[in-house]
């Protein structure tokens, strides 16, 4: 059985990581896991593909760590120790050339990953602790939000940087970007999203924010939020259990994600057709759930204790 739209080919990539020292790689539309990958140094708190889909990277307590993906051996092909603290986001441009990470040391870092040695290329130093990183889809722009609740547009072509905060002494859970460049959310600790319609960005230009909406998304602290690859949908996620799914058109809620599991919601990711949705939960399960019904459609059970990360690559493969 193939869920329509989770395609069954080799190129899909689903993994999952948590408390359990440990990241599965499932195959994505049986469920099935094909691969464990020790993480034994610590809890994984965030994973990202490569654009290519060679490489996992893996972020936790004062390391990252990069595994290659083709191949059986259970050693890391890099990994990076010099973080003091909790390197709590990472992501890749666009090409692959470098990884961008957040830290809870007070940084926002630039990896150049051409180089033989894994070297950081560049340092951006913030005021508190970093929870999140995200990349515009123009790649020539960091967002980074922390837990003093600014968030900090960092153009890496001047390294002219500017802030906002949207709401005083609330943390800056998770920042995301629609691939169209249209929109920005951010989500904090009191359960909030806040939206901004974007505008600028293009060629020199630096991105100019414009306050769209302030969604009263999740009754206790929203830990994750990503826009659909269509651009026309948000997901939140939350310690109230659930993930909502909202309309981009007007920011209406349209579908409520709760197991009767009742445990935190940490991440979730969007499938390649913007029709399914991922999410990882304390549970230590990861689900699949279809946006249209708000029905789980699958289960990828197998981690020993809460699932905090997930990652999902793709591309459109039509099904017969």
Request: proline share 3%; net charge negative; with cysteine.
């Amino acid at each position: 059985m193939t869920v329509e739209g989770i395609s069954s080919n080799d190129q899909v990539i689903f993994a999952t990581g948590g408390y359990d020292h440990t990241i599965k790689i499932w195959q994505a539309h049986t469920g099935v896991c094909q691969r464990t990958v020790q993480h034994t140094v610590s809890q994984v708190n965030a994973l990202d593909i490569t654009p290519d889909k060679h490489v996992i990277a893996a972020a936790g307590y004062q390391n990252i760590f990069m595994h290659d993906l083709a191949s059986s051996n259970p050693n890391s092909v890099l990994n990076y120790e010099g973080a003091s603290k909790n390197v709590t986001s990472l992501g890749f441009q666009e090409d692959g050339k470098w990884m961008y990470t957040g830290s809870e040391d007070l940084s926002a870092r630039i990896w150049d990953l051409r180089a033989s040695n894994f070297q950081c290329q560049r340092i951006f130093q913030v005021s508190a602790p970093v929870n999140c990183v995200s990349l515009h889809p123009n790649q020539s722009e960091l967002i980074v939000g922390d837990q003093s609740g600014i968030v900090h547009l960092w153009d890496l072509r001047s390294d002219h940087n500017e802030q906002l905060i949207p709401e005083a002494e609330a943390s800056i859970q998770d920042i995301s970007t629609d691939p169209d460049g249209t929109y920005m959310a951010a989500v904090n600790n009191k359960g909030n999203c806040y939206v901004w319609s974007l505008s600028g960005g293009v060629g020199e230009e630096p991105t100019k924010l414009n306050p769209r909406h302030k969604i009263l998304a999740h009754k206790r602290y929203a830990l994750r939020c990503k826009f659909s690859p269509d651009s026309t949908l948000l997901v939140t996620t939350s310690a109230d259990q659930t993930a909502r799914v909202w309309k981009t058109s007007d920011f209406s809620e349209t579908q409520v994600f709760q197991h009767e599991s009742k445990r935190w919601v940490w991440d979730a990711a969007f499938s390649a057709d913007s029709q399914y949705i991922f999410t990882a939960s304390s549970d230590g399960v990861a689900r699949l759930w279809n946006v249209s019904t708000g029905k789980i459609e699958r289960e990828y059970q197998g981690h020993q204790k809460a699932l905090t990360a997930l990652a999902f690559r793709d591309q459109i493969v039509p099904l017969p």
